[in-house]
């Protein structure tokens, strides 16, 4: 899984085969199928694995402070960190082959829990939300911070704005959107 995690990080998730792995492991290229039945199953291990570590990360982001606007800016400082420190998750997480129909049901809860503390986060922030509206700032909030953290993992977004103030431009952005 870590040589999978580095490859990932490196040239990213496209690049993992599982021979591939093998040859880098010295061992047989048999030896990755008596442990997973296919790229698949390593690439969705994997992504639950991230999704752990980043509701880890946003759990104890979300505990620093209780004031709402300081959560907020504590937890988009705890994604943005995280893609940035465990970019091999971050890239198979969001991969199309990992969110496949018979994957769904294991992502979800990891996923979900991770959505529910950011939501949760955003209730309190912005009290004259609807549910419906919570929900659709979440799906804001977390479509933004993906879209510049790939920006910024890959590189054009270093052209447009300084990488000391994507941090600055996030929380500003994001409580914009939570604000409507």
């Known amino acids: 899984m870590q040589a999978a995690l580095e490859v990932s990080a490196e040239s990213g998730p496209q690049d993992i085969s599982l021979r591939g792995l093998a040859r880098k492991l010295g061992v047989t290229t048999a030896a990755p199928y008596h442990h997973l039945r296919d790229k698949g199953e390593l690439l969705l291990l994997l992504a639950i694995e991230g999704y752990s570590r980043l509701l880890e990360q946003l759990q104890a982001a979300e505990t620093k402070f209780s004031a709402p606007a300081k959560n907020i800016d504590s937890l988009t400082r705890a994604y943005l960190q995280f893609g940035r420190e465990e970019p091999g998750y971050y890239r198979i997480m969001f991969l199309r082959e990992v969110a496949q129909a018979n994957n769904v049901m294991q992502l979800e809860e990891p996923a979900a829990q991770c959505f529910d503390l950011v939501r949760g986060v955003i209730a309190k922030a ?16 977390w479509s933004f911070l993906h879209g510049m953290l790939l920006l910024s993992l890959s ?7 300084a990488p000391e103030h994507e941090d600055r431009v996030a929380i500003e952005t994001v409580m914009r959107i939570i604000r409507g």
């Not at 912005?126 to 909030?141: A, C, G, I, M, P």
């Not at 590189?155 to 704005?161: K, N």
């Open 126 to 141: 912005n009290k004259s939300l609807s549910s419906d509206q919570v929900s659709e700032r979440t799906v804001s909030v």
């Open 155 to 161: 590189g054009p977004l270093a052209r447009r704005l």
